[in-house]
């Protein structure tokens, strides 16, 4: 693929990030995955047997975990945007899950691939607060009120934040 054309996953530019739903030093984990797609960041991810809830559905707390993930790095990808900073520049920011809430609206298959859609409302100091559609064969499974906070600012770190790594 033309470079012109490649992907910016926000997840490539935290690094030491061991999350289990989007670290990219997590060997076991989901690897969420975020890009932009206009105003709305998109995530992209197929499941697998083990993250059924029934049998061929998913499981409510997995697609909680990838909305959290989803909407955390969002979060983060909005603040430098606004700033008009490029992802992986300084000073690096993280998020962290203040509220996360879940409306299931239909079962969502385990054996297809889902979307999830989220989108900053506003921003107020160090909250973000961002709603996310989830999708699954077209159709709308989920939708979730998210919010985020910044618990990391590298430019005024002075040692011993619990979120450093
Ligand atoms: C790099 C890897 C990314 C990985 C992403 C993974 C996602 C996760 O799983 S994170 C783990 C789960 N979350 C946590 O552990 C967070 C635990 N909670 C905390 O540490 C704190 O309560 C924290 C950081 C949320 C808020 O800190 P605190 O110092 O109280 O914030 P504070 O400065 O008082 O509030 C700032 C604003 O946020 C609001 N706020 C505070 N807490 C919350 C909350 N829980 N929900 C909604 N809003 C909140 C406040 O009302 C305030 O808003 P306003 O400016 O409008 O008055």
């Not at 690094?15 to 989901?30: K, R, Y």
């Not at 690096?92 to 879940?102: D, H, I, N």
């Amino acid at each position: 693929m033309s470079k012109l054309f490649e992907k910016k996953y926000f997840q490539d530019y935290m690094p030491e990030n061991v999350c289990f739903g989007c670290g990219i030093n997590n060997d076991q984990g989901l690897h969420v995955k975020s890009y932009w797609e206009g105003e709305e960041s998109v995530c992209l991810w197929r499941s697998e047997e083990k993250y059924h809830g029934w049998s061929n559905l998913m499981n409510g707390g997995v697609m909680a975990t990838l909305i959290d993930c989803h909407c955390m790095c969002t979060a983060m990808a909005h603040a430098y945007q606004v700033e008009g900073r490029e992802l992986g520049s300084q000073p690096e920011y993280r998020y962290a899950t203040g509220t996360l809430s879940v409306k299931y609206l239909k079962p969502t298959s385990n054996n297809d691939q889902v979307e999830l859609r989220a989108k900053v409302i506003e921003v107020k100091g160090k909250k973000t607060v961002l709603k996310c559609d989830f999708y699954c064969l077209g159709e709308k499974t989920a939708e979730a009120d998210v919010v985020a906070i910044r618990v990391f600012d590298s430019s005024t770190d002075t040692g011993g934040n619990l979120f450093k790594s």
